[in-house]
């Protein structure tokens, strides 16, 4: 159902939409089947107890595209606060950071200098920054930050990127990245693209995905998969039998509420995973990408509504 997908992500930008429904305390309730909820001490105690099942944690502060210098520095001095509570807390979990929510469209020096803070806090914190990826215009520039900051040698290995396997790009992307050392994590690519650069066709998204995984399972460093596809869980699974590669080099990443089955079943396999957590009040934008993935979740959640 391509159009409903092409809806949600049209309503994912809606402005009056979004402001009724962060405000309104049913959509706040509604949120939470993919937010961990409202405050920082909820993605704290979410991540503390994916931490018990056997799974590591990503905390992602909910925001995109802020308008300010000051709004960009209060949304990374949240991510300040995150590395703090997890060393204090003894968390398994590192950091997912959205560059438009750090000034990108904005002052892409401004961004470049928050990430680079973080990532030097991340470092001295022992932890790591993922630098999540937005829509195809910030592909170039996403990268290039985070390649300036990899570069930094005190801070090699504290920063990695997401590439989308959906880009035309992504192969060209990820050999670079390979042989820059900077660490991956897969996804097929949630945003709305024009067939100039990203495939159309779920097929060709699927067979890039595959091909991708099989590029980042064969190289030196920790990679993350992320996806709840079970063809490309059971395919990459099955490369890392045939090519001797085991379970401990690379990891599994869903998102919170999204297929928890599969989540303690590869655990239980042997598996490394690691659950992406939202928070925070900005859900809006966040919520609606994850309805175009799979509008089925609509009933899903109407049934939920029903029972308020
Ligand atoms: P696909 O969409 O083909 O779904 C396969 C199956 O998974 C579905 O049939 C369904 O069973 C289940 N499923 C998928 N999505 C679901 C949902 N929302 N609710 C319930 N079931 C669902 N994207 C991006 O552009 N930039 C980024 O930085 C990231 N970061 C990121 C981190 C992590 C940890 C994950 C898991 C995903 C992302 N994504 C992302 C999102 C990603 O690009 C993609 O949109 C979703 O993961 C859905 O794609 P799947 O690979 O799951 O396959």
Redesign the pocket.
Known sequence: MPFLRTAFIALSHNRSLRNFCERSRIGSKLSGR?VAGMELTDALRVAESVNKQGMFA?LDSLGESVSSAAEAHKAADVYHQLLDSIRERHLDANI?V?LTQMGLALDPELAEAIATNLTEHAKYTGNFVRI????SPLTQVTLDIVRRVNARTDLRGAIGI?I?A?LYRSQADVEQLISDGIRV?L?????KEPAEVAFPR?ADV?AN?IKLSQALLESPLYH?L?????G?IAAAKSYAKHRGIAPSRFEF???Y???RDLQRKLVAEGYNV???IPFGREWYPYFM???A??P??VLFIAKQLLRQ
Do not use: I
Not at 187 to 191: E, F, M
């Open positions: 993919f990503t997912s959205k999540d990826m937005e829509d997401v989308q959906y994590r996804c097929k690519g949630a945003y779920k699927d995905y993350g992320a996806t709840h596809d079970e490309m990443q869903m998102l509420g999204v297929r690691r659950v992406y990408r994850r309805l993935e799979r089925a979740n």
